[in-house]
């Protein structure tokens, strides 16, 4: 990821100090569950932080239930670059058979301190749902660049 070379590169440096809590806004959580340079993406109560991150093909992103409920990450199959795998916690191969998953027997489930890594090969927009706080609005993006 961009921000973690740009983090790397500023270790030891009289920087680090007034950058590392703008890099908790940037990709961790609040509440500092953990090493926010160890994911990307956090998960508050209803809100995947932030709500969208720009990476390069070949690169994975991190998320990490920061937050005291459970949640999903789940791709919305129609959201997705035509030629991109669908991803969801749980390893489900399609949206319907997650949403089932989730709705059954919650499967796909992320409890605090959990972590899903996804690497991305296609470029592209990948949207993407905590199914049981969909309604709530915690929906994402990934932007994939060549």
Known sequence: MQRRRFLSRLAGSATVAATLPIAGCLGGAAGGSGDESDYDVGMTATTFRPQEVTIAVGEAVTWRNTSARTHTVT????????????????????????????WSDRGGA????????????????????CIPHEQAGMIGAVIVEE
């Open 110 to 129: 992320l409890e605090n301190g959990d972590e899903f890594t996804r690497t991305f090969e296609v470029p592209g927009r990948y949207d993407y749902v």
């Open 75 to 102: 791709a919305y199959e129609g959201a997705i670059p035509e030629d991109a795998e669908f991803f969801a916690t749980g390893g489900y191969d399609d949206e319907a058979t997650a949403r089932d998953a989730w």
